[in-house]
């Protein structure tokens, strides 16, 4: 997308040299063959600018458009690679809550579990209600490895976003991204409206 962007700038700047004043020279020698014969040199500069030519006029406006266009693709990708970086970044946090929340849940029910044991052994309950305690910690388990799983996925998605080795160790130290001032904020509705109605006048 750089490499795009610098050639629709050359692009701009070959179509505005056009209209740039240029100076050409010419010069011939002419040498006598005989000693009769004079020598002389003819030399003349030209300097010539195009005044108007309409079809040099729209390519330049073209050109300028493609290279704005450009220049706006560039950051977009910017601002959806930092939008990926962000949503990686929570599911993170978003996982590591849910491991939090399934290991208090495995306590309870290793809890429940200790209690029904104690009910059984003093027959005030039957070994059906054991039963189903125990399978309700093993399903809690379960949902606790696959939140690790997703936590893992969610790590290897943040390091392939960044560029980084699937197998880099990190921590993270903060549970909240600071949302940079975006520029586009400081200009109102009007100011939208106008480069919306230069650059599409169907808008209007």
């Known amino acids: 997308s750089l490499h795009r962007l610098e050639q629709g700038y050359h692009g701009y700047r070959a179509s505005k040299n056009y209209f740039l004043p240029s100076l050409t020279g010419a010069a011939s020698l002419n040498v006598a063959k005989e000693q009769e014969e004079q020598h002389y040199l003819n030399g003349a500069l030209r300097l010539t600018q195009p005044v108007y030519d309409k079809v040099a006029y729209y390519s330049l406006k073209e050109s300028q458009i493609q290279w704005e266009q450009l220049r706006l693709e560039v950051q977009q990708e910017i601002c959806d690679l930092l939008f990926q970086v962000r949503q990686a970044y929570y599911e993170i946090i978003l996982h590591q809550a849910h491991l939090a929340v399934d290991q208090t849940i495995i306590r309870l029910w290793e809890n429940e ?89 169907k808008l209007k």
């Open 113 to 201: 579990l200790k209690r029904q044991q104690r009910h059984l052994e003093l027959g005030a309950s039957i070994p059906y209600e054991v039963n189903q305690t125990q399978l309700h910690l093993k399903n809690a388990w379960i949902d606790f490895y696959a939140t690790q799983t997703d936590i893992r996925q969610s790590q290897i998605k943040l390091l392939t976003v960044l560029g980084l080795s699937p197998d880099t160790n990190f921590h993270l130290t903060e549970k909240d991204i600071p949302l940079p001032e975006l520029i586009c904020q400081k200009n109102d509705a009007e100011q939208w409206k106008e480069w919306a109605f230069h650059y599409r006048p």
